[in-house]
């Protein structure tokens, strides 16, 4: 039975009231409860039900649960979605950036005739202390292996730079007097003997330790303010057997507190998995595409970025590391200098052997199409594998291809004694940079797939905005010139030996 009401339902004895209600307009909705009010008029029915709020509250109160429930991430998801775009910077961010390098103890390249080097660089060991010296609240260090004691070394000289760092870390755990937060990260995947420094600051609660998997990069991040980022380990080695170099940032805020964010993300893999996705405070807007403008040492501009290894490990926005040296070597007009460890056009990963020609390729193209001037200077120690002469010779082959085509390829031997050939893992140039007409690549790494591919690296790009004589830039390549003019700087010969 329909329960709409006809006007002749009403009772004889009701006398409706004329009420604003007269004028509301008619619809062919009803409410199905008895106690409705209901008003006639001409012969149509309106029906107002004393809930009829209900529907537009309920709406309101979705959507204020939503807005209280929606994820953080998802305000933030976006913020490097656009990090593929191009923009504006309003004002370069000041920044104070200078080379750091490690020279071995009998590398002297007085009397020789290679170019002099105009700058002054600052030794790794001094960096290392002025960072400490700054740091008011905490540091942050990432590092594959911590052997800063040179246990079991008759020669003090050697290591006494490592012994002294070793000691001044350890003291942040003396009871009594204010502490810094030091968080290290180090390899998990290498063998114990080279944590036992790392082990020792975490039991004399000195320092929290995580191990990340793969872990090849190189830095510290002091405050949030300042950084260093380069190829040396926290090995007493790499403050006076090895060849290193890096680069200095102090009162640089927004290039750190981006470097800060790579360490974050080691933090968190120290106890978990890789995520499939993550979250928005790891994301970054500074990549090639938008770098930083950074006024360096009140003197001239870059632009800088920094990327990162693996592309798992790069959070949205991220460059990853390979990108960043083919983008490089891609925009290359006149000269690329390039000097490593290693360099090999493979991906060794366990028993597996790829062909990996990718940054080989890059240069071979920059060479023959767009006659770029190629120059390698890669290391030669008892570590170093003969089968990499293969790769560079034909590379090199290539020069005579035509008269255009520039690719020269070097060795770089540190000198060693009988003394130095005790010394396990030492006497070697341990550089990973690149340099262009405008462009700085400073690394952490050899080159091969496996570095770019599975283990955990960093890399910073700056990039001269316009020709300067005096920029880090052109200090690198200065430093370049030197050791390629140096006579510890070999011409690639078959069956090269030491």
């Known amino acids: 039975m329909s329960e709409r009401r006809g006007v002749q339902d009403i009772p004889v004895d009701y006398q409706p009231v004329a009420t604003q209600a007269d004028h509301i307009p008619s619809t062919s909705s009803c409410c199905r409860r008895p106690n409705c009010n209901i008003v006639a008029r001409d012969e149509r029915e309106v ?3 004393g809930h009829g709020y209900i529907i537009p509250v309920f709406i309101l109160f ?3 649960l939503i807005v209280l429930l929606l994820p953080w991430e998802t305000f933030h998801r976006n913020e490097g979605a656009d990090a593929s775009t191009p923009g504006p910077v309003a004002a370069a961010f000041p920044c104070q950036l200078q080379l750091v390098e490690s020279l071995p103890t009998g590398l002297n390249y007085s009397g020789s005739n290679h170019p002099q080097l105009m700058v002054m660089t600052l030794s790794t060991f001094e960096a290392w202390q002025l960072l400490l010296g700054k740091a008011k609240t905490s540091v942050d260090i990432a590092a594959p292996y911590w052997t800063l004691r040179g246990v079991g070394v008759n020669d003090s000289s ?7 760092l070793f000691q001044r ?4 755990g003396d009871a009594g007097r204010p502490k810094l937060r030091i968080r290290i990260a180090l390899n998990r995947s290498q063998e114990s003997i080279w944590h036992a420094d790392a082990r020792i600051f975490s039991n004399y609660g000195a320092a929290d330790v995580v ?6 990069g190189n830095f510290w991040i002091v405050d949030g303010q300042h950084f260093y980022l380069g190829s040396a380990n926290m090995d007493w080695r790499s403050l006076s057997q090895r060849k290193e170099m890096g680069v200095l940032g102090q009162n640089c805020p927004h290039l750190t507190r981006d470097l800060g964010k790579i360490f974050k993300a080691y933090w968190y893999l120290g106890s978990n998995d890789m995520p499939s996705y993550w979250p928005w405070i790891y994301h970054t807007n500074i990549n090639q595409r938008r770098p930083l403008l950074l006024n360096v040492n009140m003197n001239y501009t870059m632009h800088a970025y920094i990327s990162s290894s693996p592309p798992p490990l790069a959070a949205s926005g991220r460059a990853h590391e390979l990108d960043a040296v083919l983008n490089a070597i891609d925009k290359a007009t006149e000269l690329v200098c390039i000097a490593l460890v290693d360099y090999y056009p493979l991906l060794r990963h ?3 052997v790829e062909y990996w020609p990718l940054i080989d390729n890059a240069l071979r193209k920059a060479a023959v199409e ?3 001037v190629i120059k390698l200077l890669i290391s030669w120690w008892k570590y170093s594998d003969p089968s990499e002469d293969h790769f560079l010779r034909s590379l090199q082959a290539l020069s005579q291809l035509r008269e255009e085509v520039d690719i020269e390829i070097r060795r770089f031997v540190v000198p060693t004694t009988e003394a130095h050939e005790k010394i396990a893992h030492g006497r070697v140039s341990h550089n990973s940079y690149m340099v262009t007409e405008d462009v700085v690549y400073i690394g952490t790494s050899s080159w091969s797939g496996e570095q770019f591919t599975y283990s955990a690296g960093v890399g910073l790009v700056l990039h001269d905005m316009v020709y300067n004589n005096n920029s880090l830039r052109t200090d690198l390549l200065a430093v370049f010139h030197r050791d390629w003019f140096s006579p510890f700087s070999l011409p690639l010969k078959h069956n090269f030996r030491i």
């Open 47 to 49: 029906c107002c039900c």
């Open 62 to 64: 979705v959507l204020v």
């Open 158 to 164: 050697s290591t006494q730079h490592g012994d002294q």
């Open 169 to 172: 870390l350890l003291s942040n």
């Open 211 to 216: 191990a990340v998997e793969r872990l090849r």
């Open 350 to 352: 366990e028993s597996q």
């Open 370 to 372: 767009r006659g770029v």
